[in-house]
């Protein structure tokens, strides 16, 4: 009768057990499930905020991530205002005081050769170590690198443009145009050099810019988006539906 009686106990303790273990399970799980649905509410979130380009990512990693990534926005300031001044100072050199690329390399490498050469030669007569030129060797995996990656992207451009001119995308065809003609009156302007220094100081300038304010920047952004659409819906509507169609976009129909 005892072990009766006790059996019936641990029957009991096991079904108590069960009960329990269940509803922990189950309570686990819908705490996992709560938890699994937060996030996809903050994706969904996040992918109704509209992003200058269309970027998902941070600005950091847009640009590549690594060292180029950090002196463009700034993260070690000594080296990114070194690089500013340097080009800064290639800029007065050739554009303010008009000194030549020719000249300049001739002159430098002038005074370079006489103070190494002096060094060397006085090195025996001040008791003291000549100077330890280094042996400066282009790796061949490096120019083939190079020129794999220009020879891609060289490729490429030349199927946008290929793309471009065969008349299957007008509103491509029109921003390649609008943007070649305005590259046009900046160059009409100014010389190479002075636009390249102009694009070296935008890209070490707009882009931490924009990391600092990216919110603002990207509502701005977006209304002037939405802004533009409507101007492109009523031209494409007045001018663009009636120019007759290419015979590619009439092939691709039939």
């Keep these: 009768m005892a072990d ?10 096991k079904i108590t057990e069960k009960i329990h273990g269940h509803d922990g399970s189950s309570s686990s799980s819908s705490s ?31 640009l590549g991530g690594g060292k180029p990534a950090d002196v463009l926005l700034w993260r070690n300031k000594k080296i990114s205002g070194a690089v500013l001044g340097v080009a800064t100072v290639i800029w007065v050199l050739f554009e303010l005081l008009e000194y030549h690329l020719i000249t300049l390399v001739c002159h430098l490498s002038i005074v370079a050769l006489a103070v190494l050469f002096l060094w ?5 007569f001040i008791n003291k170590s000549p100077p330890q030129i280094p042996e400066v060797v282009i790796p061949e995996k490096c120019i ?9 992207e060289f490729n490429r451009g030349c199927t946008v443009l290929r793309e471009i001119a065969s008349g299957r995308d007008l509103k491509k065809f029109l921003i390649v145009i609008v943007g070649l ?16 220094y102009i694009v070296f100081v935008l890209l070490h300038t707009l882009p931490v810019l924009y990391e600092k304010y990216d919110d603002k920047v990207d509502a701005f952004a977006e209304k002037a ?9 009523v031209f494409n509507e007045k001018v663009l539906s009636k120019i007759p169609k290419g015979p590619l976009k009439d092939k691709k129909k039939d």
Excluded at 44 to 53: G, N
Excluded at 120 to 124: M, T, V, Y
Excluded at 144 to 152: H, K, Q, T
């Design 144 to 152: 083939l690198e190079v020129a794999s990656a220009l020879r891609i």
């Design 32 to 62: 996992d499930s709560d938890d699994d649905r937060k996030p996809s509410k903050v994706d969904s979130v996040k992918s109704k905020i509209y992003r200058l380009f269309g970027r998902d990512k941070p600005v950091h990693k847009v």
């Design 120 to 124: 060397s030669n006085a090195s025996s």
């Design 4 to 13: 009766q009686v006790g059996d019936h106990d641990s029957l009991v303790d």
């Design 181 to 196: 003609w305005f590259i046009s009156i900046i160059g009409g302007c100014c010389n190479f050099l002075t636009l390249f």
């Design 225 to 233: 988006m939405i802004e533009l659409k409507k101007q492109y819906a």
